[in-house]
């Protein structure tokens, strides 16, 4: 009986001990890993910046209603027509309408045009509406309204288009009728133009002005310093200012920075601006001129840049990130470098076991590194994806942690 007991004893502890042990190695991994993530760094600073560049503010001394034919932030011929004009508002609107009733005609008879709705994407509709919902609240959310307007129609047409293609709405024929209908009895009445606006030279259309058109052009770069970009004085517009086309050609971003700061540039440096706008749209420039203030230890840094769209076009101030340099490679925290023989590496798990990786650290801060990434499937250098070991005890090559 004694003998049974302990027996039984034996028995017990011996299942405890081989319990402990399985979830001691279940729940507690003797190394922690986690993957190399591609990644890119910059050294540079962040700073408001002021834009330059070469505007005519167009001017309309004829009287009458306007009745723009192109978009604010569209791009314009030299000598094409920004505006026809009308004895009336009535008239100008009426011819407003029927371009809206236009475009909802060319929508509708797109949507219906579709052959085959069995084989268009639901998934990539339904994601075009989340889209435009998401950019229409975006941009109300900003005071943009004229922007809005034009997403709301991208939204009612991304609508509509899901309707027709689920099979909510098989049928536009009636509204298509309704719209030709309405548009051809308001064709009858057109009103024609009194006179026409034409710009005097090519660019983007920007339907606002601030005063400043003559006052930051690239023939005065020499005259932009720190205490001028401070205490900018807008002028006031003589006559009847519609807005302004501004050029495409040579602009530039300036940015007052201390002297020290400034002495890190030099002309025709290469640089990267990071917008702080959108979505952080980044674009090349070139290091123009440095303005040194004799009044304060301030600099301005001119930078010149050849890529124009809409949205540079109307903005005249703007948050931005200069870039001086790109470090990009795979990114590592700090505390997996390890030092073998002198070499420095990571311990990378490969199948049950770890090897030792030696990696070429590009740029580092106290938290993580960015290690070179090698174009290539050689299992010897550090590749993308791998898992490395950040945190371990008595590590070495091959050790054994399955």
Same mark, same amino acid.
């Not at 299942?15 to 760094?41: D, K, M, N, R, W």
């Not at 101030?317 to 505390?335: A, F």
């Not at 990378?348 to 770890?354: A, E, N, Q, R, Y």
């Not at 030696?358 to 290690?371: N, P, R």
């Given at each position: 009986?004694?003998?049974?007991?302990?027996?039984?004893?034996?028995?017990?502890?011996?299942?405890?001990?081989?319990?402990?042990?399985?979830?001691?190695?279940?729940?507690?991994?003797?190394?922690?890993?986690? +993957?190399?993530?591609?990644?890119?760094?910059?050294?540079?600073?962040?700073?408001?910046?002021?834009?330059?560049?070469?505007?005519?503010?167009?001017?309309? !001394?004829?009287?009458?209603?306007?009745?723009?034919?192109?978009?604010?932030?569209?791009?314009?011929?030299? !000598?094409?027509?920004?505006?026809?004009?009308?004895? +009336?508002?009535?008239?100008?609107?009426?011819?407003?309408?029927?371009?809206?009733?236009?475009?909802?005609?060319?929508?509708?008879?797109?949507?219906?045009?579709?052959?085959?709705?069995?084989?268009?994407?639901?998934?990539?509709?339904?994601?075009?509406?989340?889209?435009?919902?998401?950019?229409?609240?975006?941009?109300?959310?900003?005071?943009?309204?004229?922007?809005?307007?034009?997403?709301?129609?991208?939204?009612?047409?991304?609508?509509?288009?899901?309707?027709?293609?689920?099979?909510?709405?098989?049928?536009?024929?009636?509204?298509?009728?309704?719209?030709?209908?309405?548009?051809?009895?308001?064709?009858?009445?057109?009103? +024609?133009?009194?006179?026409?606006?034409?710009?005097?030279?090519?660019?983007?259309?920007?339907?606002?002005?601030?005063?400043?058109?003559?006052?930051?052009?690239?023939?005065?770069?020499?005259?932009?310093?720190?205490?001028?970009?401070?205490?900018?004085?807008?002028?006031?517009?003589?006559?009847?200012?519609?807005?302004?086309?501004?050029?495409?050609?040579?602009?530039?971003?300036?940015?007052?920075?201390?002297?020290?700061?400034?002495?890190?540039?030099?002309?025709?440096?290469?640089?990267?601006?990071?917008?702080?706008?959108?979505?952080?749209?980044?674009?090349?420039?070139?290091?123009?001129?440095?303005?040194?203030? +004799?009044?304060?230890?301030?600099?301005?840094?001119?930078?010149?840049?050849?890529?124009?769209? /809409?949205?540079?076009?109307?903005?005249?101030?703007?948050?931005?990130?200069?870039?001086?340099?790109?470090?990009?490679?795979?990114?590592?925290?700090?505390?997996?470098?390890?030092?073998?023989?002198?070499?420095?590496?990571?311990?990378?798990?490969?199948?049950?076991?770890?090897?030792?990786?030696?990696?070429?650290?590009?740029?580092?801060?106290?938290?993580?590194?960015?290690?070179?990434?090698?174009?290539?499937?050689? /299992?010897?250098?550090?590749?993308?994806?791998?898992?490395?070991?950040?945190?371990?005890? !008595?590590?070495?090559?091959?050790?054994?942690?399955?």
């Amino acid at each position: 009986m004694k003998k049974g007991r302990v027996l039984k004893i034996i028995v017990i502890a011996f299942a405890v001990v081989f319990i402990g042990h399985q979830l001691y190695f279940s729940f507690y991994s003797p190394i922690t890993t986690e +993957s190399a993530e591609y990644y890119v760094a910059d050294e540079g600073i962040t700073a408001k910046a002021t834009v330059i560049r070469n505007e005519t503010v167009v001017l309309s !001394n004829t009287a009458g209603s306007h009745h723009f034919c192109i978009q604010n932030g569209a791009r314009i011929a030299k !000598n094409g027509v920004l505006a026809d004009i009308y004895g +009336s508002d009535a008239d100008s609107l009426a011819v407003s309408k029927l371009d809206s009733l236009n475009e909802r005609i060319s929508d509708l008879e797109e949507i219906t045009g579709y052959n085959d709705t069995s084989a268009a994407d639901i998934s990539l509709i339904k994601q075009d509406v989340v889209d435009s919902i998401n950019n229409f609240v975006k941009i109300a959310s900003t005071g943009d309204y004229f922007g809005a307007d034009e997403y709301e129609k991208d939204l009612l047409f991304s609508i509509n288009r899901m309707q027709f293609v689920t099979g909510e709405t098989t049928d536009f024929s009636g509204q298509l009728e309704a719209l030709k209908a309405e548009r051809e009895k308001l064709s009858s009445n057109l009103p +024609s133009p009194v006179a026409s606006l034409r710009s005097e030279s090519s660019g983007y259309y920007i339907s606002s002005v601030d005063g400043l058109e003559n006052v930051l052009t690239t023939e005065k770069l020499d005259e932009v310093t720190p205490e001028k970009l401070s205490e900018l004085k807008p002028e006031k517009t003589e006559g009847n200012a519609v807005g302004k086309i501004v050029s495409d050609d040579d602009w530039c971003f300036a940015v007052s920075v201390s002297i020290g700061e400034a002495s890190k540039y030099k002309v025709d440096d290469e640089l990267l601006i990071k917008l702080k706008i959108k979505d952080n749209s980044q674009i090349p420039v070139k290091v123009k001129k440095i303005n040194v203030s +004799s009044k304060s230890g301030k600099a301005v840094v001119i930078m010149s840049c050849l890529q124009m769209n /809409k949205e540079l076009a109307s903005i005249r101030t703007v948050d931005v990130g200069i870039v001086s340099k790109e470090y990009k490679g795979l990114k590592l925290s700090r505390r997996a470098l390890r030092v073998v023989d002198g070499n420095s590496g990571v311990y990378v798990v490969s199948g049950m076991s770890l090897k030792f990786v030696k990696v070429d650290v590009i740029y580092s801060t106290d938290d993580f590194v960015i290690c070179k990434q090698e174009k290539t499937d050689n /299992k010897t250098v550090l590749r993308l994806y791998d898992e490395v070991v950040v945190k371990g005890k !008595n590590l070495y090559e091959g050790k054994i942690i399955g």
